[in-house]
Nanobody, 122 residues
Framework: QVQLVESGGGLVQAGGSLRLSCAAS????????MGWFRQAPGKQRELVAS???????YYADSVKGRFTISRDSAKNTLALQMNGLKPEDTAVYYC????????????????WGQGTQVTVSS
């Protein structure tokens, strides 16, 4: 059974940091593209950062220079280090994985975590 379990969300003041983790099980995720999406109330789900099966990185313009995505293939874990958090980063953050080199459009992604809330106060 495939599972993606996020942890590390919470409430933080603007300018603070959080580290999200995603524990993956049930597959060899080293050959999967993985990433972090977020969805704020009333807004569409958006890709925040991703890492391809070959290790190529992508960041949304809004988080470049503040967020860092990383994976540990041996442990089947994915992380998102978030620094310099802003109120506009407030959202539910989801871990995602897909059996391809890079992530497809979010509606086509095969595996999702349950989400973890990140709230940034001003």
């Amino acid at each position: 059974q495939v599972q993606l379990v996020e942890s590390g969300g919470g409430l933080v003041q603007a300018g603070g940091s959080l580290r999200l983790s995603c524990a993956a099980s049930g597959r060899d995720f080293s050959i999967y593209a993985m990433g972090w999406f977020r969805q704020a109330p009333g807004k569409q789900r958006e890709l925040v950062a991703s890492i391809s099966s070959s290790g190529s990185l992508y960041y949304a313009d809004s988080v470049k220079g503040r967020f860092t995505i990383s994976r540990d293939s041996a442990k089947n874990t994915l992380a998102l280090q978030m620094n310099g958090l802003k109120p506009e980063d407030t959202a539910v953050y989801y871990c995602a994985a897909h059996p391809s080199r890079s992530l497809p459009f979010w509606a086509s992604i095969l595996y999702w975590g349950q989400g973890t809330q990140v709230t940034v106060s001003s």
